[in-house]
């Protein structure tokens, strides 16, 4: 399964690829908003938002693009690492 985690926190990178590894999950991580993000989102099967460290404009692109990839798409307040196993939990099942 393919997970594009869009926001959290530039810190917890690499914690979020090793948790999605726990999961069997490849996972593409953006914190910032690269200027060709639409071209980088890619076809996803899950995409995570964590709306509390992400700008709406992000939050817009990514969720058109989902829709079109026909990807799951979680929001999620907590950017924590435990929120992330708990919704990898839920999706990788």
């Given amino acids: 399964m393919s997970v594009v985690i869009i926001g959290g926190h530039d810190r ?4 979020y690829k090793n948790i999605c590894k726990q999961h069997k999950c490849k996972a593409k991580i953006f914190t910032q908003m690269p200027g060709d993000f639409k071209k980088q989102i890619g076809n996803p099967d899950l995409c995570v938002l ?3 460290t992400v700008s709406h404009k992000m939050v817009k692109c990514a969720v058109e ?4 990839k026909e990807a799951d798409v979680v929001r999620c307040h907590s950017s ?11 999706y990788c099942a």
């Fill in 65 to 68: 693009e989902a829709k079109k």
């Fill in 50 to 52: 964590f709306t509390n």
């Fill in 80 to 90: 924590s690492g435990s929120a992330l196993k708990q919704i990898l939990e839920e």
């Fill in 12 to 15: 917890m990178v690499c914690n």
